[in-house]
């Protein structure tokens, strides 16, 4: 069972405001990712880190930004949040060296946002 | 362009019956091949990851397949259950970087009814 945790579940907030959504994760992993996923469509890439200090644009732009302080936590910032924003955010992780490619990833149960 | 297709789009069956979900990509360089499974409400879970050399393997009554030739997966479940109702999701992974980038299908929706 993967130890990867994420705070709030849900969250309905206005327009305008400052969101931070949490991510820990307890198994000692180094790259953690943040997702964007919609109803009925695919997973897409918003962050990634290596390590602590480390952290990378993924493929959809986002407005959001993360920092990697400590190994297990890599939260998420939304410094003015739209309506656009509105989406589920999943976080993952994986670890284990050489190939890390063929680890798999750890998923979080996600935060469903919605700003009106 | 990279992409991963799957099909069908959603399946219903009943409980008891056997079912293949199917995958395509054009993945390249392929490095490997994953099955996810998430419930409603709830992250993904992975089932399988599957590399280039292999071309089957099980995880208890889902078992995936992959022809890295014709760059296609199935995913078969066996006497399904009530608690498989769920979307399967297939990965794809290059090895074109460091981080090994991943390609996500739209999924397959499940349900199995009583």
């Known amino acids: 069972e993967a130890d990867i945790y994420q705070t709030p579940r849900y969250l309905v907030i206005g327009t305008g405001k400052k969101i931070t959504l949490e991510c820990s994760q307890t198994?000692?992993?180094?790259?953690m990712y943040w997702y964007q996923q919609d109803p009925g469509m695919e997973l897409h890439l918003i962050h990634y880190?290596?390590?602590?200090?480390?952290?990378e644009k993924g493929d959809l732009s986002s407005e959001s930004t993360v920092s990697r302080i400590r190994t297990e936590h890599f939260p998420l910032t939304l410094e003015s949040a739209r309506p656009s924003h509105t989406s589920q955010y999943l976080c993952?992780?994986?670890?284990?060296?050489?190939?890390?490619?063929?680890?798999?990833?750890?998923f979080g149960d996600g935060t469903r946002l919605s700003i009106l | 362009k990279n992409q991963v297709e799957q099909s069908p789009q959603s399946l219903i069956i009943l409980e008891g019956k056997n079912c293949t979900l199917q995958?395509?990509?054009?993945?390249?360089?392929?490095?490997?091949l994953r099955w996810y499974k998430q419930d409603t409400g709830r992250g993904p879970v992975s089932l399988t990851i599957m590399t280039f050399s292999e071309n089957t393997k099980s995880n208890g009554r889902y078992t995936a397949t992959l022809d890295a030739d014709t760059k296609q997966s199935s995913l078969h479940i066996t006497a399904s259950q009530l608690s498989d109702s769920a979307s399967y999701i297939c990965v794809v992974s290059d090895r074109g970087s460091t981080l090994g980038r991943l390609y996500f299908g739209r999924g397959t929706q499940l349900t199995v009814w009583p």
């Open positions: 880190s290596y390590g602590v200090n480390s952290t």
């Open positions: 198994m000692g992993h180094d790259k």
């Open positions: 995958c395509n990509y054009t993945v390249s360089p392929f490095s490997n």
């Open positions: 993952a992780s994986s670890g284990g060296s050489g190939d890390g490619n063929n680890q798999p990833q750890h």
